[in-house]
């Protein structure tokens, strides 16, 4: 029942009322179903969250005297309290907390239920097995192992391990050290005792180093599952721009979910920085950071840093996730302005912020700091404080829930052997970096490799690598790339590190984590004050959307595996004081010797969802016209490259709208004879008929009835059509 309530003393007597209420209903309800008071049982439930938030929590409180639980100052209270910390890893002091409905589950039995038990008086040995066979026990070998009929066992038997005890559906297996007691429901209860722990050592297995693989990755999987479903902003939750990983003591990438690869390469390098500089973190504090000094791509990517501490006095590794937030002030609703040329000019500036403190989050500041950029001309404090809150809640109970799954592997495994296997994996990625460079130089004939292209103002992006035909080292020199430009697409340098990182990862034959040792074998050289490594108040926001893509495709052209995609991420923003809306859409792949290029997809350092389009036309202003493939924009070839999309949304009220795209002058090139993908194109039709092209980057206001029509580039092909 709705209830809508501050859970205070004032409060208390609606609120039992309302329980008293419900119970009396289901009472009822239960006994025209011919059930006795004896046999009723009543659970209260409340829906409480805290005051100014969205995310709510059911939780109930038992009580042994009371056949109904009524509410007191504390009972309900304490237990939100508990559920919430559990979840978020903090909690909100002096904050009310209300709540939004109440339930009662009412349960009518017929007689009581018995957890399984035993009585250790009653153990005895087990009688006469009816037959012996050998079993394979891991660390142990084979076992002479007893097999036992389930209905020929007594209450009271026990039954130590190894043994099979079979019956008509089922086969139970009581491994070595462990013993199974037959409970008084016949039931088979099996203790573990300590000492069957598992007996894995520090030494490299190949067996559970895929093991801890694919843990570390479920581990970070996981976390972003749980920031999916805590998240409340539509570019978290419904377009799911957002990454988790782990990171090693000094903050080198171990494993990651496969998220989004330009978060991922550069996350460690905000968790290097962090634990070369801050001193004297302690259990219960979470760190936010977001500048591109910090490791940072650009500003609206909110980093969250929780360090894992597990009874020891200084971090054993760090628990990270990202996430794009689509608004933290600026000039423009969506922080992407297309004509920043500071970085004061973008939003909100967050280095080493603390944002929780020994379990309390730091709230005041927190706020204070995201409208800090209303203190620059023309820009505004964030436009979407709930989301941004609410999302940065998220991004903790993500962090939380990635710290007790890491302190679960630690209590099965033992501190020392997950440590090591972290460091196995890292050493693994470096072998197989070696490898793939060695047999590169020797297929090439050559252990020089070059690249360049060019953005679309000219700017050019130069790239030498140097391999060591021998160990597999080698350099990745930029020199050449031009100056840092008096524009928003520069990329810090750790934009760099996730191209670098993530081209390496493609090309690697076999199935390894994405992780620091990739790059353990790699010397990256960047010209210092360039498009790739700019000033520290150089406007960014671009350079992780668009420099990243064409970065990637240098890299990619340097190898010669694969033709451009489409170089960009097509992003789309439009709000105003009260809403503000962040997209980026897919467009062409470029094709390789092995297959075509997808057609309307997102490739490289992005991989969001599109939001549906029953959520942006029911939360946003707009109406979706066409979303469509654009057919033959991708280059023909041996293998043709994909082809990219038309998008048109017809905007229902006065907003403002920036478009921050490339290829709309230099078209994705074709390798080995395939031909370049058309360019993409933005076009604005005002409600008046008069069409406006609105050229690569732009800010404009657009009204009621203006439609925004957006062709994205397709990929470049692959080979000679002829030869096909």
Not at 521 to 540: C, M, Q, R
Not at 603 to 610: A, E, G
Not at 654 to 676: A, H, I, M, N, W
Request: aromatic share 8%.
């Amino acid at each position: 029942m709705p209830c809508s309530l501050k859970y205070d003393s004032s409060n208390l007597e609606k609120i039992n009322s309302t329980i008293l209420e419900l119970s009396t209903k289901c009472e009822n309800a239960l006994k025209e179903k011919g059930f006795t008071e004896q046999h009723m049982r009543f659970e209260v439930f409340l829906n409480l969250r805290y005051d100014k938030t969205d995310f709510s929590l059911m939780v109930t409180c038992c009580s042994d005297k009371e056949r109904i639980t009524l509410c007191t100052d504390e009972n309900f209270r304490d237990s939100f309290l508990e559920h919430y910390e559990r979840e978020f890893g903090f909690v909100i002091p002096n904050r009310p907390i209300l709540v939004d409905d109440i339930r009662i589950r009412s349960t009518g039995f017929i007689e009581e239920t018995y957890l399984p038990s035993y009585d250790e008086r009653m153990m005895t040995e087990a009688s006469k097995p009816i037959g012996m066979t050998k079993c394979y026990f891991e660390n142990i070998g084979y076992q002479d192992t007893p097999i036992y009929r389930f209905d020929q066992l007594q209450y009271g038997e026990c039954i130590n391990g190894p043994a099979i005890i079979i019956e008509t559906n089922s086969t139970i297996l009581i491994e070595p050290l462990c013993v199974a007691n037959v409970t008084k429901q016949k039931n088979i209860l099996i203790n573990v005792k300590s000492d069957a722990s598992l007996s894995l050592t520090t030494q490299l297995d190949p067996i559970y180093l895929s093991l801890f693989s694919h843990i570390f990755m479920g581990i970070a999987e996981q976390m972003g599952s749980a920031l999916k479903r805590t998240a409340i902003s539509t570019n978290i939750k419904e377009r799911l721009d957002f990454s988790c990983a782990i990171f090693s003591a000094k903050g080198h990438l171990v494993s990651n979910a496969p998220h989004i690869p330009v978060h991922l390469g550069s996350m460690g390098k905000v968790v290097e920085y962090l634990y070369e500089n801050i001193e004297n973190m302690s259990p219960g504090d979470v760190y936010l950071t977001n500048h591109p000094s910090e490791g940072g791509t650009h500003l609206p990517d909110l980093t969250v840093v929780t360090p894992v501490f597990h009874g020891e006095s200084k971090p054993l590794f760090f628990l990270a996730s990202r996430g794009h937030h689509a608004d933290i002030g600026g000039l423009t609703p969506g922080s992407m302005p297309s004509n920043s040329t500071k970085l004061s000019e973008e939003g909100a500036q967050f280095q080493s912020f603390k944002l929780v403190s020994k379990n309390v989050f730091q709230e005041e500041s927190l706020i204070a700091e995201l409208m800090k950029p209303k203190n620059f001309p023309g820009c505004s404090g964030t436009r979407a404080l709930n989301d941004n809150l609410s999302d940065l809640k998220a991004q903790i109970a993500a962090n939380n829930k990635g710290l007790k799954l890491v302190n679960e592997l630690i209590d099965m495994y033992g501190l020392k052997v997950v440590l090591a296997y972290m460091t196995h994996i890292q050493q693994n990625a470096e072998l197989e970096v070696r490898d793939l460079m060695r047999k590169i130089a020797i297929e090439k004939n050559s252990n020089i490799l070059t690249a360049s292209d060019m953005m679309d103002d000219g700017s050019v992006i130069e790239l030498k690598i140097k391999i060591n035909p021998k160990t597999g080292q080698s350099v990745f020199d930029f020199t050449g790339t031009s100056e840092q430009v008096h524009g928003n697409w520069n990329a810090p340098e750790s934009i760099t590190y996730s191209a670098v990182i993530y081209c390496l990862r493609c090309m690697i034959g076999h199935n390894i984590p994405l992780n620091h040792g990739i790059l353990s074998a790699i010397e990256i050289i960047f010209p210092k004050n360039s498009l790739i490594s700019p000033g520290l108040d150089s406007a960014v926001v671009g350079g992780n959307v668009l420099t990243s893509q064409r970065i990637t495709d240098v890299i990619f052209k340097a190898f010669d595996v694969c033709a451009a995609s489409q170089g960009c991420m097509n992003n789309i923003t439009f709000g105003d004081s009260n809403i503000s809306y962040y997209e980026t859409v897919a467009g062409g792949a470029g094709a390789t010797a092995n297959c075509a290029g997808r057609s309307g997809v997102h490739s490289h350092m992005t991989n969001t969802r599109m939001t549906d389009v029953e959520i942006l036309e029911k939360r946003y202003p707009v109406i979706l016209k066409k979303f469509t493939l654009n057919y033959n924009t991708g280059g023909s070839g041996l293998n043709p490259g994909g082809n990219g999309i038309i998008r048109e949304l017809l905007f229902r009220k006065k907003l403002t709208l920036s478009v921050l795209t490339e290829r709309r002058v230099f078209r994705p090139y074709g390798v080995k004879g395939g031909e370049d993908g058309k360019r993409g194109k933005n076009l604005l039709q005002r409600s008046d008929g008069i069409v406006v092209n609105l050229g690569a980057k732009n800010t404009v206001e657009v009204g009621a009835g203006d439609v925004f029509h957006l062709e994205t580039p397709g990929g470049g092909g692959y080979g000679h059509k002829e030869s096909n």
